[in-house]
Nanobody
Framework: QVQLVESGGGLVQPGDSLRLSCVVSGGTFSTYSMGWARQAPGKEREFVAALGWSGDNTYYAGSVKGRFTISRVNTKNTVYLQMNNLKPEDTAVYYC?????????????????WGQGTQVTVSS
């Protein structure tokens, strides 16, 4: 059984930075494509970033491109989401997801496992 645990969320001011972490247990992390999605109250889930198992296949939503960076350290079974220049519209619960086969994808339904989420609130 694959389990994902996110951490690093919190309350920050506009313009601040946060780094989210997701530790994966079970299976072979180095072969998984990983992604981050978010869901704000009353809105649909938005996939914001994805990274292939080899690190050379990436996706960013237009709303975060240039501000967010996804990365992974396979020896730590961990994927990160570095979020810079945060805006109030980035406020959401952020979820980590694992795709056991194939390339990274912005389609959440293609992911096999999800974490419980971590809250990010951007407010002055």
């Amino acid at each position: 059984q694959v389990q994902l645990v996110e951490s690093g969320g919190g309350l920050v001011q506009p313009g601040d930075s946060l780094r989210l972490s997701c530790v994966v247990s079970g299976g072979t992390f180095s072969t998984y494509s990983m992604g981050w999605a978010r869901q704000a109250p009353g809105k649909e889930r938005e996939f914001v970033a994805a990274l292939g198992w080899s690190g050379d296949n990436t996706y960013y939503a237009g709303s975060v491109k240039g501000r967010f960076t996804i990365s992974r350290v396979n020896t730590k079974n961990t994927v990160y989401l570095q979020m810079n220049n945060l805006k109030p519209e980035d406020t959401a619960v952020y979820y980590c997801a694992a795709k056991l086969r194939g390339l990274a994808s912005p389609h959440g339904r293609q992911y096999d496992y999800w974490g419980q989420g971590t809250q990010v609130t951007v407010s002055s």
